[in-house]
T-cell receptor, first 111, second 114 residues
Framework: DAKTTQPTSMDCAEGRAANLPCNHS???????VYWYRQIHSQGPQYIIH???NNETNEMASLIITEDRKSSTLILPHATLRDTAVYYC????????????FGSGTRLQVQP | GAVVSQHPSWVICKSGTSVKIECRSL??????MFWYRQFPKQSLMLMAT?????????EQGVEKDKFLINHASLTLSTLTVTSAHPEDSSFYIC??????????FGPGTRLTVL
């Protein structure tokens, strides 16, 4: 699986958009970009995933650059409940192999 | 998204006892089950993978005789920590997967061994 690089931590003001970057310069053509988050003492929660087109769901938006070497997860209006560790994972073998988690980005939403 | 449950959500036990953790996929059939553990301030680490009706395969450094995995049905898998010791204290998370394009996770079980 392609390696990802994320900032260790970020702060965001409540009500503002949180933009979490992820670099994955070695991504291959059949690998998706997945985003999960883990709120303290809970299991990881799926947020969104995409291959090359931008994606949006009720939780977030995923912007993938044209060359697919980086992506940004956008939480449009962050709330205190969005404080969590966010993991960007590049993966192309869903269902057959397990996801590998890196260190992620610790997002702290400030009141 | 898929609904996954784990039981118990937390357990405290004495050293030397065995603890069983259940993981259920409530709205889909899990042909494969991944078990992870997470130590404080660390990320999730895969422990083992099991396919329904088959023996589990364990990651390097995970003792198969200590962490017994049963995946006898498509909706239930159990992880038994045998003769638990304080160093086994951790957050255990299951991830059942089937014919879906997204991996979902259980809420986790916090094990504390005294």
């Amino acid at each position: 699986d392609a390696k990802t690089t994320q900032p260790t931590s970020m702060d965001c003001a409540e009500g503002r958009a949180a933009n979490l970057p992820c670099n994955h310069s070695t991504i291959s053509g059949n690998e998706y970009v997945y985003w999960y988050r883990q709120i303290h003492s809970q299991g990881p929660q799926y947020i969104i995933h995409g291959l090359k087109n931008n994606e949006t769901n009720e939780m977030a938006s995923l912007i993938i650059t044209e060359d697919r070497k980086s992506s940004t997860l956008i939480l449009p209006h962050a709330t205190l409940r969005d404080t969590a560790v966010y993991y960007c994972i590049v993966f192309g073998d869903t269902g057959r192999r397990a996801l590998t988690f890196g260190s992620g980005t610790r997002l702290q939403v400030q009141p | 998204g898929a609904v996954v449950s784990q039981h118990p959500s937390w357990v405290i036990c004495k050293s030397g006892t065995s603890v069983k953790i259940e993981c259920r996929s409530l709205d889909f059939q899990a042909t494969t089950m991944f078990w992870y553990r997470q130590f404080p301030k660390q990320s999730l680490m895969l422990m083992a993978t099991s396919n329904e009706g088959s023996k589990a395969t364990y990651e390097q450094g995970v003792e198969k005789d200590k962490f017994l995995i049963n995946h006898a049905s498509l909706t239930l898998s159990t992880l038994t920590v045998t003769s638990a010791h304080p160093e086994d204290s951790s957050f255990y998370i299951c991830s059942p997967t089937g014919s879906v394009d997204t991996q979902y996770f259980g809420p986790g079980t916090r094990l504390t061994v005294l």
